[in-house]
């Protein structure tokens, strides 16, 4: 079992920065692959990044590549997702996820375990 708050959401202009945490609790977290997903008002939830248990492998949408990048501390029990180059399309609810499973799965629904998700809000 793990459990999973995500923190580091806001309002910020357009090209700022944000990273978001994820700090999770429970046993085994250095085995799961973990993941962000974003979903925008009246949208579907999107795949945003996954890492592997080791952080040796990653994975972005196209969306976000060269502007967002996922680590993760397994000493703090911690992922992280560092948001650069904002825009405005960014704006949604951001969630992160663990799965025991292996590869990093771009679909939501092979994810374990979900945090309750952190706003972020970029204006134009």
């Known amino acids: 079992q793990v459990q999973l708050v995500e923190s580091g959401g806001g309002l910020v202009q357009t090209g700022g920065s944000l990273r978001l945490s994820c700090a999770a609790s429970g046993r085994a977290f250095s085995s799961y692959v973990m993941g962000w997903f974003r979903q925008a008002p009246g949208k579907e939830r999107d795949f945003v990044a996954a890492i592997s248990w080791k952080g040796s492998n990653t994975d972005y949408a196209d969306s976000v590549k060269g502007r967002f990048t996922i680590s993760r501390d397994n000493a703090k029990m911690t992922v992280y997702l560092q948001m650069n180059s904002l825009k405005p399309e960014d704006t949604a609810v951001y969630y992160c996820?663990?799965?025991?499973?292996?590869?990093?799965?771009?679909?939501?629904?092979?994810?374990?375990?979900w945090g309750q998700g952190t706003q972020v809000t970029v204006s134009s």
């Open positions: 996820a663990a799965d025991r499973s292996t590869g990093l799965p771009r679909n939501g629904y092979q994810y374990d375990y």
